[in-house]
């Protein structure tokens, strides 16, 4: 088991335990997704609610990326800081970015013909979330939901 470091926001220290990556370009490669991701989370040994929460985020997550971004990639990581652990999913998508990320982060904002409470409601359901985005280049979106969060 190879374990690399990587820095998080506000300078904290988070060790990758498990790296696996998995492209996301149809429907289809939603539920195998889904399924790695709780295989990630039950390893960790991640009480069923947050099981539920972080596929939930996860779920909303890929179906955006294959909606706006016409596919990428994910990144399925198991992560540890200081005497936690957690699963982080990093989304990376070339699709035509979001012009204004303060507003795609407000409920109710939808470019599409939903309820407007994806971004938002997936950082409500995960302990860390990250957004960067470039018009005309992609976005990509990290959460961290710990076993104990």
């Known amino acids: 088991m190879t374990i690399h ?8 220290m988070i060790s990758v335990v498990t790296k696996q990556s998995m492209l996301i370009q149809q429907d289809q490669d ?3 997704f889904r399924n790695r991701v709780k295989e990630c989370a039950v390893k960790l040994k991640m009480g069923l609610v947050n099981q539920t929460k972080l596929i939930t985020a996860a779920s909303e997550l890929v179906r955006n990326m294959l909606k ?18 957690g699963v982080r999913l990093i989304f990376i998508d070339k699709g035509p970015g979001i012009p204004d990320i303060a507003l795609a982060m407000k409920d ?3 470019t599409g013909k939903s309820l ?9 359901l995960v302990n860390e979330f990250e957004i960067e985005s470039a018009v005309g280049v992609g976005t990509k979106v990290s959460i961290i939901k710990w076993c104990n969060g």
Do not use: D
């Open 108 to 110: 109710g904002y939808s």
């Open 68 to 85: 706006y971004g016409h596919g990428g990639q994910v990144i399925i990581e198991a992560v540890s800081k200081r005497n936690q652990y």
């Open 116 to 124: 407007g409470l994806g971004l938002p409601g997936t950082k409500r």
């Open 5 to 12: 470091l990587a820095k998080m926001s506000k300078s904290q």
């Open 30 to 32: 939603v539920v195998p």
